[in-house]
């Protein structure tokens, strides 16, 4: 099976999770280094303190890129590194690093793909003025943008504005898993909104500040939202956590209004957000492309004997599950390509983020083998291949994650790099994935 000729074969990362160095060339403190500072955050009291030590061990990271065959890679930028005091006074060694990076990618023959926002708020907004809740953080959000691409926007074509609002919102605000760590629904869909602000506010900047080639978008995670059983309790449910969670997003920016069911079943709650006349446009300025974020599907059904709309996850207990517990679901990502397409129509998609964790070890001869990795990758990539053969412009896949990396709450026994990292010595050993992958990418498939 052969990918189109273009194919961008890519690999993500993001800033906090691999770069480390977090009080070098004044960077400023991000809500996940406060975050992590408070015992039980994060799994072993971990934190992204030193991580991948990526801001010194770039150039080799970039050696290994090349020696993968990828054509395209994927990272963020942390904002505290950029403004330290989250608007304001620059911190010209914060862009240094990153012009550097990218320098070395284009060198390479690595396209760049910029993520401004992969969850490192500027501790400052938060203090200040309660981040997300506020749309002040979006006003800020625009501006970060603006000093950004003015320095990259010569060499940088492809810009994400945000990785998944949905994860922010929800484990950011709503339960509290990830930073900021707040338990406060009113406040989680007033983020929500502040958020999408933020991305329309950002993309004429990106716009302007780029050449004819600049291609801007947003990744959202979305996955397919499916009943346990047919009956029409768990359809409701199924259709309300689908609406939370993807429509919520693709018709707020695609079609230019929050989907009603969900509107009103928050007003109904007194949960809406705050709106102002205006904003609607703003949000659904159009794009270049979506960048999708997929690894399982989420399978509801309402919880017994509750009113109505209250629901909860359901295990398949048969199925394959990855170390998060995700499963194993490689159709969900042809039936998500296919179904944004039709309902959609956006002009390209990408396939920002897809991977799995395992319990990965190194082997007596020095490898490591990941069979189930490959696997999964393999099985996936062939449903986004079925999507293409049917027409849905997938212009490119960045596996989740070039490295092993600090995984947010659960630290770093979850590793789904496709290259190994040994902690105590950070030496990088590419996985058995990592070849495998580099084969399919020289075959073009
Ligand atoms: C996504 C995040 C990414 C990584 C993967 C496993 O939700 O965007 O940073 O943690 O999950």
Known sequence: MRFPNHFRWGAATAAYQIEG??????????????????????????SGAVADDHYHRYREDVQLMQELGLNAYRFSIAWPRILPAGRGQVNIAGLDFYDRLVDALLAANIEPFVTLYHWDLPQVLQDEFGGWASRDTATAFAEYADVVSRRLGDRVDNWITLNEPQVCVYCGHEEGIHAPGLRDSRLAWQASHSLLL???????????????????????NLAPVHPATT????QFVANMVDGGLNRWYLDSIFRGSYPNDILNLLEYKGLAPRVMSGDAEIIAVPVDFLGINNYSRILVRQKAKETLGTWEFVKVEEAEHTMMDWEVYPTGLYELLVRVHKEY??????????????SDTVSED???????????????????????????????????????????????QMRFGVVYVDYTTQRRIIKDSGYWYRETIAAKG
Not at 27 to 36: A, K, N, T, V
């Open 21 to 46: 160095a977090v009080n070098e060339d004044g960077r400023g403190e991000s809500i996940w280094d406060r975050f992590c500072v408070t015992p039980g955050n994060v799994h072993n009291n971990e």
């Open 198 to 220: 933020a991305h329309g506010m950002a993309v004429p900047v990106l716009r302007a500040n780029g050449g004819t080639h600049t291609n801007v978008g947003i990744t959202l």
């Open 231 to 234: 009956i029409d309790e768990d």
């Open 345 to 358: 129509q956006i002009p390209c998609l990408y396939v920002t983020e897809n991977g799995a964790a395992f």
């Open 366 to 412: 020095g490898r490591v083998h990941d069979e189930r990795r490959i696997n999964f990758l393999r099985e996936y990539l062939l449903q986004a291949h079925r999507a293409i053969a049917e027409g849905v412009p997938l212009a490119g896949y960045f596996v989740w994650s070039l490295l092993d990396n600090f995984e947010w709450a659960k630290g770093y």
